[in-house]
């Protein structure tokens, strides 16, 4: 939601004020491939018995393109496992200093890939069939950087990816610590 805001401020006081709606079917669709890729990951086996053609195949290329793009590479570097480094579905915040109950921001990392050694991967799967703009997606990686970065003191770059498998698109965003008040400025200002 950072690049809605930065692009109409407006429009988050406006959802504050609107009663919720109820859950659409592409939420959640979207919700269901999430777990289901975070399965996937984890457990390295799926259930898709339940999925569509489309949702099977917006599956399959996004971990043959998380396996070829980022396991692989991973794995040769580091050992014993890049299995052993990965984390789904983190939840990070970023809390006010002068008031702990304020949470500046927060967000859920689909994939936290901290090796260890200061660097680190994230990706964030769109399971949608709109492009994501440019915007938009570095203000999201940028916001899951700096949320990394708040979590692990030892990370020092982190290299974000936004894959939206239906669309074959990619956007990676690199970041690195010494940026971190620049980050934390760009999300205040937002």
Known sequence: SLGRRRLCPG??????KVEKPESSEYA????????????RITARSWDQDWLNADQRNALDNSYEWFKSEILVPLNEAIEPSVYDCIEVEKN???????DVDSCVISGTVDVLIDTRDGCAVIVDWKF?????SDVSSMLQLMGYALLAFNEHEHIQAIEAYIYQPRLGSIKKGCF?????ELYKESIRET
């Open 11 to 16: 429009s988050f006081l406006m959802e504050q």
């Open 28 to 39: 959640v669709e979207g919700t269901k491939l999430h777990e289901c890729i975070a399965h």
């Open 92 to 98: 990070l915040g970023l809390w006010d200093a002068t």
């Open 128 to 132: 949608g069939r709109a492009e994501v």
């Open 176 to 180: 690195d610590r010494e940026s971190i």
